[in-house]
């Protein structure tokens, strides 16, 4: 019996654990069907780093606000220390944000009215 699909069809590609657009391109690698992120870990860490630069970006922000002319290290590098601190804060908080809502919609547990 025929296959009764268009000529140049092909199978559509799953969405499961794609992403919120889906596979862009067919899985080519080696990698299990299955695989998965371990999002439990990165929400762990997200979790633990994400205080820890917050109060690294405090802690070198009020050292170089505290520095005088000629202190060892000096003011700018305090200030990019404490810059550092901020930015991976905010990437750790980004990531706890984006695992929180994709373990949430793994679940099928969305608020309701989104």
Do not use: H, K, N
């Amino acid at each position: 019996m025929s296959d009764r699909r268009p000529r140049g069809a092909t199978d559509p590609v799953p969405r499961e654990r794609s992403g919120a657009i889906g596979r862009r391109y067919p899985r080519t690698g080696t990698e299990p069907a299955t695989a998965q992120s371990p999002l439990r870990l990165r929400l762990l860490l997200s979790a633990v780093f994400l205080p820890l630069f917050a109060a690294g970006a405090a802690f070198f922000g009020v050292w170089a606000a505290d520095t005088g002319p000629g202190d060892s290290p000096g003011r700018d590098t305090l200030v990019a220390l404490a810059a550092v601190c901020a930015a991976l804060a905010l990437l750790a908080a980004a990531d706890l944000i984006a695992v929180r809502r994709r373990l949430r919609r793994e679940r099928g547990s969305t608020p309701p009215g989104r």
